[in-house]
């Protein structure tokens, strides 16, 4: 992803990273208040049975721990006990699953890491990894995906899936996390030869299905359930493609996404039977109602929400999120209403921020380390507390597990890990 005006670049890597809900959304495998995937157990950015604390500390939450990881945008997952930080340290890229409640390392897998970086020197794997029956599914910065076991690291099985099927590592490399459906690991390579869309198995990672030319983006697809039937639903680089999980087949698609230096990268959101989707760079927001296998659009507009990377929340019948891009420094928390985009408000000056939902709370992480308590409210944006964070750069997509909120802050050549007590342990 080039900007508009060169500078401005190294700013904004839209990395990217990213909800659905009902219509239904099906969740994999995990125990309550496991963060196993991009955005929460079912990829929209909720946390189930989490409580957070009403008010904050005056010099903010306590920091239970930190980790020095080394490059990267992937976000945390967690399992039980187990905290999964996917980054680049040299020449290898590492999978490292240190404790929740003490952030001590209880293993480390090490993999070759050959990406040599785009439009920002960041050189680190961007895609979240993805916990399933006991088995971590990581996709690196060259689009190289890996399987390793949640209990120890062990490698179980390694594809090269960019060099297999001619994938394009584009501005900043694979950055669309995968997700799994019908008991496959789905995941946008971008291929040639009908390998943009790519099925494999779980335990072997060989190709089940591969399907369209569609190009890859740096949006992560969501899993619904359709007429009874497992589909996913992809933003691709010029695309909103909804495919069936058994075989690939396309269920309806429609335009989205522009030519030349633009991004589709928030995760498309689904609930009450309509798919939100959002993106910058003169794109738009869109939201479609999907019936009988059809999709129909019910609003559209570059007014409302327009999501430079970040993904929105939905709560009664509202979406909150953030409006505008960091590189031009114009990010706007909103709510809005989901059934015809009104803004019902802003907060400008706020920046560009990843929300999470809990209860009637939301918590927004910005890019310059500004954490914000907040209502769903949408009559009025209500703030219950507000604290610096981090002077690193808050850009990758948090983690909210029993009473834990996980972020990760970037700063040149490293990044820290970072646990904040936010809710109740």
Known sequence: MTCAHRGTT?????????????????????????????????RNGAARGETLLESWPAAGPQKLWSVTLGQGYAGPVISGNRVIAFHRI??????????????????????????????????????????HANRIYAFGAAGVMHCVTLDTGKPVWSRD?????????????????????????????????????????????????????????????????????????????LNTICVAAANGKTAFQFPFGRRGPTVNAATPLIFNGQLFVSAAYGVGARLTRIANGKATEVWSNDTSMSSQYSTCVFHRQFLYGTHGR????????????????????????????????????????????????????????????????SRGTTRTVPALSRGLLLFRANTRSKSDLVALVVGKR
């Open 161 to 237: 899936l960019y060099g297999d099927y001619r994938g394009d590592e584009g501005y900043f490399g694979a950055g669309s996390s995968p997700i799994v459906a019908d008991n496959k690991l789905l995941v946008n390579v971008g291929g040639r030869n009908g390998a943009g869309l790519v099925a494999l198995a779980l335990e072997s990672g060989k190709t089940i299905w591969k399907v369209t030319d569609e190009r890859a983006s740096y949006s992560s697809p969501t899993v619904v359930q359709v007429g009874g039937k497992t589909h996913v639903v992809f933003v691709t680089r």
């Open 326 to 389: 960091e590189d031009f420094n114009n990010g706007e928390l909103r709510c809005i209403e989901a059934q015809n985009g009104r803004v019902r408000w802003k907060v400008p000056g706020f920046g560009v921020a990843n929300v999470l939902l809990s209860e009637d709370r939301l918590l927004a992480l910005n890019t310059t380390g500004q954490l914000t308590l907040a209502a769903a409210d949408s009559s009025e944006f209500r703030k219950l507390a507000q604290a610096s964070v």
């Open 10 to 42: 190294a700013r904004f890597l839209a990395l990217l990273l990213i909800a659905s809900a009902k219509l239904t959304t099906a969740l994999p495998t995990a125990t309550g208040g496991d963060w196993p995937q991009l955005l929460g157990p079912a």
């Open 90 to 131: 040299g020449d290898q890229e590492q999978l490292l699953c240190c404790h929740r409640d003490t952030g001590k390392t209880l293993w480390q897998a090490n993999f070759p890491a050959r990406y040599a970086g785009g439009v920002n020197p960041d050189t680190g794997p961007r895609c979240t990894p993805l916990i």
